[in-house]
């Protein structure tokens, strides 16, 4: 009993502990099954209190790539309720114009990005929506279906790395979604993790396409 008490102590103080925090947090927020306004307000309360210092990301999970962003699960609710993602962006690096199908909160740590809107019309076209919003350490965005689910998104510096911190209402990495390429219509895609070792838990594709 006393180790338990001594490991969670010791926890309390670890570097990661505004992450824990964070996701306890989150969690009994949706204990009370709030409706999404809710979860978008509070949420994004929460997630700019985690953004706010750039103290707690793991080295290993900052880490770019050099040719495309990055995407580390920091956390995964066991019943995909939600989940965290440290979105890790080498120097001019982009997202294609995609979708989420689910809500979404996007907090800037380090560095800056640019969220493009583009509107998805009834005919599968998509075109661009008012002015790209640039998104500063500390700041919040979101993202759902009923509030504009298609964007494109940039890192802001062509000189050095971004990251920002995405939660999401679902295991985003096992959810089947879409980009719009140029020349029209959409894709469907699984975005998986980029630290995942177990590619195919995430991939659900055969089993949505079973009869
Ligand atoms: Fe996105």
Redesign the pocket.
Known sequence: MASAVAYFSAMSTSPISPLRDFVVAFGHLLDSQPDEPRILQEGAALLRALVANDTWLPEDYAQPHPTHYQQYLLHADSTERFSVVSFVWGPGQA?PV???TVW?L?GMLRGAEI?QPWRLHEDGRTTLVGEGVRLEPGQVEA?SPRIGDV?K?HNLHDDKVSISI?VYGANIGAVQRHTYPTEGGRKTFISGYSNSTLPNLWDRSNELNKP
């Open positions: 997202t995609h979708d989420h979404g996007i969220a993202v964007h998104v995405h």
